[in-house]
C-alpha cells in the first residue's frame, strides 16, 4: 500500500521538478539575451557619442568647384557644396561631404548626389573610402553606396586655393577649397 501512494507522488514530484527546470532554462535564456541587447545597445550609444566623424564640427561652405566621376560616366562637373571641418586634412581621420543639387528625373528639386572621402589610420597608414549618397539614376536621395578603399588622396596648394582629389582605378573626385 506504500508503494501506490509513493509512486503518484514521486511522478507528481518528478512533473513539478521538470517544470521548474524548465522555466529556469527559459528564464536564463531570457536573461542572457537581454544582457546581450544591453550589451550592443550601450557600445552603440557609447559609440555615437565617441564618434569624431559626426556633422557637429563640421563647416558648411557652399560654392566650391567640384568634380566627380565613376565608372567612366562624370556625376558632378561645377560647384557643390563642402561640410568639412576647417584643417580637416592635417587630422589622422576625417569625414569630408560634397554635396551637388540637382532636379530628379521627375522634375522635383529634391535630388542630390553627395560624395563622401572617409580617411581612418590603421597601424601608421591612412585608409581612404568613399561613399555614394543617392543613387545613380537620381531617384533616391538617402541610398548610400561604398565605393572602396583603395583611393589614393592628393592636396594640392595653388593661388590661395586648395585642391583635393581622391584617385582610383575607375573613379576621381575632386575638389577646391579656399584657404
Not at 74 to 89: K, P, R, S
Not at 137 to 146: D, F, G, I, L
Amino acid at each position: 500500500m506504500l508503494n501506490k501512494i509513493n509512486i503518484p507522488y514521486f511522478f507528481h514530484n518528478l512533473n513539478t521538478n521538470i517544470s521548474f527546470l524548465l522555466f529556469n532554462i527559459f528564464f536564463v535564456a531570457l536573461v542572457r539575451q537581454i544582457l546581450i541587447i544591453n550589451i550592443i545597445l550601450s557600445s552603440i550609444i557609447f559609440l555615437l557619442l565617441c564618434s569624431k566623424n559626426s556633422f557637429a564640427g563640421q563647416k558648411k561652405t557652399e560654392q566650391l568647384s567640384c568634380y566627380a566621376e565613376y565608372d567612366s560616366e562624370v556625376y558632378i562637373n561645377g560647384q557643390c557644396t563642402l561640410y568639412a571641418e576647417d584643417d580637416f586634412y592635417k587630422q589622422d581621420e576625417f569625414l569630408i561631404t560634397l554635396s551637388h543639387n540637382l532636379l530628379c528625373d521627375d522634375g522635383s528639386n529634391d535630388c542630390n548626389y553627395s560624395f563622401q572621402l572617409q580617411q581612418d589610420k590603421y597601424f601608421g597608414k591612412s585608409l581612404h573610402s568613399v561613399y555614394f549618397t543617392s543613387d545613380f539614376n537620381k531617384r533616391a536621395t538617402h541610398m548610400q553606396e561604398y565605393l572602396g578603399n583603395n583611393y589614393k588622396v592628393f592636396y594640392w596648394y595653388q593661388s590661395n586655393r586648395m585642391f583635393v582629389c581622391a584617385i582610383n582605378t575607375i573613379s576621381k573626385f575632386c575638389f577646391t577649397k579656399p584657404m
